[in-house]
């Protein structure tokens, strides 16, 4: 199937600062889109999740945005701290929720102290 | 709520053994449940959906002779390695759908297997 990708493989910021993780997605026909938080010889944890006929949705310090446009997602965190320091994936789902759901590459980010 | 498990969390075996893992639903009934192998440092990648009460379906590339699944109950799939080789050591994440809401999917915590 096709599949999401991420720009960046590491980030590393400074704690406290705000940081953004990007991805892009080649499935125009997806229609929800989820960010996982995986830290190391873990599951994946949910962060936050946005369907296709929104453009940002925001949780605590956390916020999505989808650009449909330019199939193009982002997770936002503010005031990162050590705790943030994970791999994060975004994901897509297609089919009204039938089909598993295809990952992208991964980030993983770094908090700096 | 929402809670799945695996077991085992991690597991050693040898070459031409099997190994079953199972994925449970603690608090949920999940009609289906989704299995993912991850290698190291790479992403997560849907091995094949597992529909209670029906047979699995595979994605592309996966063999469904050396992956056994099966999703006896709503709240429980297992997922067989058969005769494992080196090559099969990984980490087997799967995660279940909740039946309320169409697109939630909650994820066990893994298990690494290790094949020597």
Not at chain 2, 74 to 81: N, Q, R
Request: with cysteine.
């Amino acid at each position: 199937g096709e599949s999401v990708g991420l720009h960046l493989p590491t980030l590393s910021v400074q704690e406290g600062d705000n940081s953004i993780i990007n991805c892009a997605y080649s499935n125009s026909a997806s229609d929800y889109f989820i960010w996982y938080k995986q830290e190391s010889g873990k599951g994946p944890q949910f962060i936050i999740d946005i369907r296709s006929n929104m453009d940002k949705r925001q949780g605590q310090r956390v916020t999505v945005l989808l650009n449909k446009t330019v199939k193009h997602l982002s997770l936002q965190i503010a005031a990162t701290q050590p705790g943030d320091s994970a791999v994060y994936f975004c994901a897509e789902l297609s089919g009204g929720g039938a089909d598993g759901l295809t990952f992208g590459k991964g980030t993983h980010l770094i908090i700096q102290p | 709520g929402a809670v799945v498990s695996q077991h085992p969390s991690w597991v050693i075996c040898k070459s031409g053994t099997s190994v079953k893992i199972e994925c449970r639903s603690l608090d949920f009934q999940a009609t289906t449940m989704f299995w993912y192998r991850q290698f190291p440092k790479q992403s997560l990648m849907l091995m094949a959906t597992s529909n209670e009460g029906s047979k699995a379906t595979y994605e592309q590339g996966v063999e469904k002779d050396k992956f056994l699944i099966n999703h006896a109950s709503l709240t429980l799939s297992t997922l067989t390695v058969t005769s494992a080789h080196p090559e099969d050591s990984s980490f087997y994440i799967c995660s279940a759908r909740d039946l309320s809401r169409s697109y939630e999917q909650y994820f066990g915590p893994g298990t690494r297997l290790t094949v020597t």
